[in-house]
């Protein structure tokens, strides 16, 4: 059942809710009046009505939509892991406060995960906009400027190897079925510790992997056969055990429940696994490197490999991520890309994205040498954008010259330059490496309050 946002206060706790309301953050305390806004917090309680069909008037009483926003917001301005939220909500009357729950138990961090994990991609994406129709009725955001670049948005992987997926493989597997076997009858599903036995393959992997000769690279074939023999067994075991569970002929003794939830886990990881181990024989065995739909977490299975040319770091794991924005650092939008895609190609959606967003297009658009194109600039000039600042690649020509020296070009493009410095700013304080568009409202927030207060400081608003 989804709490009520009118939360009363505990006749004990008065004297010391003064005190606390004492207790003043610049910055939280601007935040703290924009988050009181209804619609934002309609566009939370909807999310949670979703759970199940009666969520709204049955069940435990779970978090109030104002509270998950606030400790959302709170989460991810601090680059918080969701224990140290848990810890510092327990410890801070300031956040307390701030997060509406008073002298009120807080939850732990297993119901922080579960909860923040109901705000989809959708949901937050609504939010996004309705934050940014706040900026736009306050007069932080007029959209007269645009500047976009994309950046690489890492996924929390280690570094991607048949052998490593393989040994992740192994282990996931092995352990959903130890812990199937655990409430089953005793013999029922018998389950090989293969651990040991993978710790030494892939020990000879790494160090035959080391030296290039023909001794050594057919020593790491064999080591990898060895591996990939380890692995179809395990795969054989998990696929047995699911058709037994699907014929209901596995003897259960414990909770069904916990054997639903691995067999879960199970359907889950094993078309990975199984995708491991054609990919690993196709380039260990077979010399082809270049395989389509290339697996490189079993965790992270929406990673993908990105080259953005850079000489420190060739290869990026993660996906490719565009950022817009406008006066005063607010983000406007954002877009995940499938796979690698050039630059060039993401300039017209981030135009097409503004106009939607503010009902006209820019004055003036800036970005980065990835974005030129003849075509990109004849067709932002036809949408309305009177001043495309977009400096050419390769030799340019005296009339090209001659306009990328104008006063205006220039000011454009050091304009621009301050999007490095806003995809710095998500990816470490607001932590946009964990939740992309969670940080971006964060980072948007707190823009908002910045320019409130420089304004309340020149006597602009009273």
């Not at 992740?168 to 409430?183: C, F, K, T, Y």
């Not at 010399?287 to 770091?313: C, M, P, Q, W």
């Not at 992309?436 to 304004?455: C, H, P």
Request: with cysteine.
């Amino acid at each position: 059942m989804i709490a009520s946002s009118s939360h009363q206060a505990w006749l004990f706790y008065s004297p010391l809710a003064r005190q606390a309301a004492l207790l003043k953050d610049d910055l939280l305390d601007p935040v703290d009046q924009l988050l009181n806004d209804p619609a934002l917090v309609d566009l939370v309680r909807q999310c949670l009505a979703t759970r199940s069909p009666l969520s709204q008037r049955t069940g435990r009483t779970g978090m109030a939509p104002d509270r998950l926003l606030r400790c959302c917001v709170m989460k991810h301005l601090k680059g918080w892991s969701f224990r140290d939220l848990e810890r510092e909500l327990r410890s801070n009357l300031v956040y307390r406060r701030f997060t509406h729950f008073d002298a009120e138990a807080t939850p732990d961090f297993t119901t922080f995960s579960r909860t923040f994990a109901l705000l989809s991609p959708a949901v937050t994406e609504e939010i996004h906009q309705r934050v940014v129709g706040l900026a736009c009725e306050q007069g932080v955001a007029q959209g007269q400027k645009l500047r976009t670049d994309t950046t690489v948005v890492e996924s929390n992987v280690h570094y991607p190897t048949d052998s490593s997926l393989l040994g992740d493989g192994i282990r996931v597997l092995s352990r959903s079925l130890q812990r199937i076997a655990r409430e089953c009858k005793n013999g029922a599903v018998e389950v090989v510790h293969h651990a040991r036995a993978v710790k030494h393959r892939l020990l000879e992997i790494s160090r035959a992997a080391k030296c290039l000769t023909e001794a050594n690279q057919q020593r790491m074939r064999d080591s990898y056969q060895k591996l990939l023999a380890l692995a179809r067994g395990v795969v054989r075991q998990a696929s047995a055990v699911m058709q037994r569970w699907r014929k209901k002929r596995l003897k259960v003794v414990g909770k069904w429940l916990r054997v639903e939830t691995q067999i879960g886990q199970l359907r889950h990881f094993l078309p990975l696994v199984e995708k491991v181990i054609r990919q690993t024989k196709q380039r260990v065995l077979g010399g082809d490197s270049n395989v389509e739909g290339k697996v490189l977490s079993l965790f992270e299975a929406h990673t993908e490999v990105i080259r953005k040319g850079k000489a420190h770091k060739p290869n990026e794991f993660g996906r490719l991520v565009r950022i817009d924005e406008v006066e005063n650092g607010i983000v406007s939008g954002y877009q995940v890309f499938a796979g690698n895609p050039a630059d060039t190609t993401a300039w017209m959606p981030a135009l097409q994205q503004h106009q939607a967003c503010f009902g006209r297009a820019p004055k003036m658009a800036t970005g980065d040498r990835g974005f030129f194109s003849a075509t990109n600039e004849q067709e932002a000039h036809a949408l309305g954008v009177k001043k495309v600042a977009l400096p050419a690649r390769g030799r340019l020509s005296a009339t090209r010259s001659q306009q990328q020296k104008q006063r205006w070009f220039r000011r454009a493009l050091r304009w621009r330059a301050g999007c490095e410095a806003t995809i710095s700013t998500l990816k470490h304080p607001f932590s946009m490496g964990r939740a992309t568009y969670k940080g971006v409202i964060t980072k948007n927030l707190f823009s908002m309050a910045r320019d409130q207060e420089r304004r309340r400081s020149h006597g602009q608003v009273h």
